[in-house]
Every structure is written in structure tokens, then in C-alpha cells.
């Protein structure tokens, strides 16, 4: 009898642990749902995604709008629920991006960018308001990017304003530093692509720039519009990757050698 009313206990729990399963993989994106919004925020400017941050279910997407408003959104596969509405931004947003600013590894910030040369970080636990750019500091911001510039393990956030290179903490978002040299770019990467240990500014100008002084180290006139950097042979330093965005080929060119490479 006793085994018996075991062999109930271990079935009825079995049973109750896979329902209790079941019931939140029911509440997770399907592939489909996933691959969608993956693609989206890869592709698009304005759209970035999330995960909730407390390991709830479903993923989070930004959109920042035309009317000029940050909105995230909680997509499950019971539909979207909108969580969060900025405030009214200055200008029409030109830019979203997720980011990592205390450098933990975990992304922790949705920074925007718009046409009135504001920057504005919202903290992702709770959308609270980190920072803004001041409204007059610049007139334009064409593009920006977050990496560790320095020797601190936090991240900056790298903009390029009013055609200056600006570093500036993601932790205390004090300004470290504005390039004195002026630059025209309309997207920004940043990592150590030569491997001199030191980290590289990489602009679509084709410009790549020592981080510290701003020199440029390298001129490339064939760079497209869109660059990447990822390491795709494995060497540890990342290659430029670099397209039109609007059909063509792609070019890859390895800087420790300075060139484009043929990559095969
Ligand atoms: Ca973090
Ligand atoms: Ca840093
Ligand atoms: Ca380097
Ligand atoms: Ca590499």
C-alpha cells in the first residue's frame, strides 16, 4: 500500500511539474515570433529588443517612433503589451540601441539618439531617465556606438557630434573626452582591429582612428555605408565587414594587414 501511494506522489508531481512547464514555455515567443523581431531589430534603425531583465517570459522591443517617443513593448505568444511610453523626446528619433554601461556583461540601458542632436539614456529596470544631453551641446549627432574606452570596466558611450569624436562614461556620463580633429561619419564601431592592444575608432568614412588621440591610423576610401566588426577567421581580432545596405557586395579587410582580404 505505502509503495503504492508512492508510486501516486511521484505521478501526481511528475504531472504537476510538467503542467507548471508547459504553462510558461505556452507564454515564451515561438521560433517564428522570435526570428521576426530578431530580424527587425537587426535590420532596422528605430527597433531594438530586449530580455525582460528579471527572467520573466517573452521578449521586449523598443521602437522609437516618428513622433518622437521611445515605446517598449512585451511580445509572448499571447500578443504585445505595451509596458512603457517615453517622454516627449527633442526631435524625431534617428536611432535605438540596447547596451551594456556598467559593463557587467548584461545589457542595462536603451539609448536613443534623434535629429535635434540629443542623446537620452532610460535605465531598462524601470525606464527611469539616466541622462540627457544637454539641449544646445550639439546641433547634430550622426551616429554613436558603446564600448570601453578606457581603463575603467565600464562602458562609454561613443557619439560622433557636431563632426567630433565624444567619449562619455556610462556610469557617471561625464564627458572623458572630445576629439580635437573633426570627422564625418554616419555610423561607428569601435574594437581593437589591428591588435596592438589598444582599441581603434573604425568610421564608415573609412577612417580608422587611435582611440586616444584621435589620429588616424588608417585611410580606407572604399568602405560602404554599413561596417561591422566581428572576428570571422577566429584570430581573436575582429575583421571590418562592410556593405552598401542597399544591395552590392560585401568587403571584408583584416587591419592587421591593413587591406581587404578575400575571405574564404
Ligand atoms: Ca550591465
Ligand atoms: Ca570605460
Ligand atoms: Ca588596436
Ligand atoms: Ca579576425
Redesign the pocket.
Known amino acids: 500500500m505505502s509503495r503504492m501511494f508512492l508510486i501516486r506522489v511521484l505521478f501526481l508531481m511528475s504531472f504537476l511539474l510538467a503542467a507548471a512547464t508547459g504553462a510558461s514555455a505556452q507564454d515564451e515567443l515561438t521560433y517564428n515570433q522570435y526570428r521576426a523581431l530578431a530580424w527587425a531589430a537587426d535590420r532596422l534603425d528605430h527597433v531594438a529588443m530586449f530580455e525582460p531583465i528579471h527572467g520573466e517570459t517573452g521578449m521586449n522591443l523598443v521602437i522609437a517612433d516618428r513622433f518622437g517617443q521611445v515605446q517598449a513593448v512585451k511580445l509572448s505568444s499571447r500578443g504585445a503589451e505595451r509596458i512603457w511610453k517615453s517622454i516627449q523626446l527633442s526631435g524625431i528619433p534617428d536611432e535605438v540601441i540596447t547596451a ?9 540601458t536603451i539609448l536613443c539618439r534623434t535629429n535635434a542632436g540629443k542623446v537620452y539614456a532610460w535605465d531598462m529596470d524601470g525606464f527611469t531617465l539616466l541622462w540627457e544631453s544637454l539641449p544646445s551641446e550639439y546641433s547634430t549627432i550622426t551616429c554613436f556606438t558603446t564600448a570601453n574606452m578606457d581603463e575603467d570596466g565600464s562602458n562609454e558611450i561613443v557619439l560622433l557630434g557636431d563632426r567630433r569624436l565624444v567619449y562619455i562614461d556610462g556610469v557617471s556620463f561625464n564627458k572623458d573626452w572630445t576629439s580635437i580633429n573633426e570627422y564625418d561619419a554616419t555610423m561607428v564601431r569601435c574594437g581593437d582591429v589591428d591588435g596592438d592592444g589598444r582599441i581603434e575608432v573604425v568610421l564608415n568614412s573609412g577612417q580608422v582612428l587611435d582611440s586616444v588621440s584621435g589620429a588616424i591610423e588608417w585611410e580606407e576610401q572604399a568602405f560602404y555605408h554599413s561596417i561591422e566588426l566581428l572576428d570571422i577567421d577566429g584570430d581573436g581580432l575582429p575583421e571590418v565587414l562592410t556593405e552598401s545596405g542597399m544591395g552590392g557586395p560585401i568587403k571584408v579587410f583584416d587591419m592587421d594587414y591593413g587591406t581587404e582580404i578575400r575571405f574564404q
Open positions: 551594456d554601461l556598467d559593463g557587467d556583461g548584461l545589457e542595462d
